[in-house]
């Protein structure tokens, strides 16, 4: 399948171990609880005191008044969250622009990798167990699916020592959300300038990532050397999983990249208003 990887099989022991998974039933509350705050205090004090706040009181809107809340909340949480992680996501990753992260096998787990997949982990197995309380978007299958095949992936790759790859993939898809959730909570304040270049910045990075970068560097090394890295070591059952999800995501990441697109055309032909062009279009609203 391709041309064959010259692999470099390291004299270093993949120190991950099925215990290490443990940490999660301290981390995953953790970040409830880091979510609870954020959204219940910082989040609220930011939405409280904005003009569009005092405006729909003023008018009486009160059920507007506490969906928009509710939204902006979730927004905020998730902007502190997926700035941070892109921090940690470049501090951790050895080199985010190389293409032969499976070239070398296995891969060393510094506390550092050990620290962002897990954080990582824990974060997706709660905002999954959220999804049924959240805002209902109408991608939320597509939602629930691209968390999932992420967990998996996450699992799968930790196990089996190929976390620089790993880790790349976590850092491509978490780069474009922080401009997402700032352009949502900026409209929902009715910001719309900063919606609008908040949303721009956020689409040239999906485009990019998602759509280009993801898919050399991620998608394409894992198809055609991971074929070859399973063989050898009798675990080909885990490279149809492993191609399966990333194919799934790509498919999400198409999905997600025509509702840009689409946004964008509406945008530029009607001025229209900045929203979640991804998943903010409610199913009883809009």
């Given at each position: 399948m391709g041309d064959a990887l010259k692999l470099n099989f390291?004299?270093?022991?993949?120190?991950?171990h099925s215990s290490d998974f443990l940490i999660l039933f301290l981390l995953v509350p953790l970040i409830a609880a880091c979510r609870w705050f954020i959204e219940q205090f910082?989040?609220?004090?930011?939405?409280t005191t904005s003009i569009q706040a005092r405006t729909l009181?003023?008018?009486?809107?009160?059920?507007?008044?506490?969906?928009t809340k509710k939204k902006f909340q979730e927004s905020f949480w998730k902007f502190v969250f997926y700035a941070s992680m892109c921090v940690v996501g470049f501090l951790t990753v050895k080199d985010p622009t190389d293409?032969?992260?499976?070239?070398?096998?296995?891969?060393?787990?510094?506390?550092?990798?050990?620290?962002?997949?897990?954080?990582?982990?824990?974060?997706?197995?709660?905002?999954?167990v959220c999804l049924q309380s959240d805002t209902r978007r109408k991608d939320h299958k597509e939602m629930t699916f691209h968390h999932m095949a992420t967990m998996v992936l996450l699992m799968v790759s930790y196990s089996n020592g190929v976390t620089n790859i790993g880790g790349l993939i976590l850092l491509i898809h978490d780069l474009s959300d922080p401009f997402l959730e700032f352009a949502k909570m900026m409209s929902y304040t009715k910001k719309e300038l900063y919606a609008t270049l908040a949303f721009v910045c956020?689409?040239?990075?999906?485009?990019?990532t998602r759509l280009i970068w993801y898919p050399y560097s991620a998608l394409y090394p894992s198809y055609i050397h991971g074929y070859e890295l399973c063989i050898i070591y009798d675990k080909l059952p885990y490279y149809y999983l492993v191609v399966g999800?990333?194919?799934g995501i790509l498919a999400c990441n198409v999905m997600w990249s025509c509702l840009i697109l689409k946004m964008i055309f509406r945008k530029l032909t009607t001025d229209g208003q900045v929203k979640d062009c991804r998943s903010d279009d409610d199913e009883d609203n809009d």
């Open positions: 390291n004299d270093v022991k993949h120190n991950a910082v989040a609220t004090y930011f939405f009181l003023a008018k009486g809107q009160r059920l507007q008044y506490r969906t293409t032969l992260l499976l070239s070398s096998y296995p891969n060393d787990l510094p506390a550092s990798m050990k620290t962002y997949y897990m954080i990582e982990l824990a974060f997706y197995i709660w905002m999954t956020f689409a040239l990075t999906f485009l990019s999800c990333l194919l």
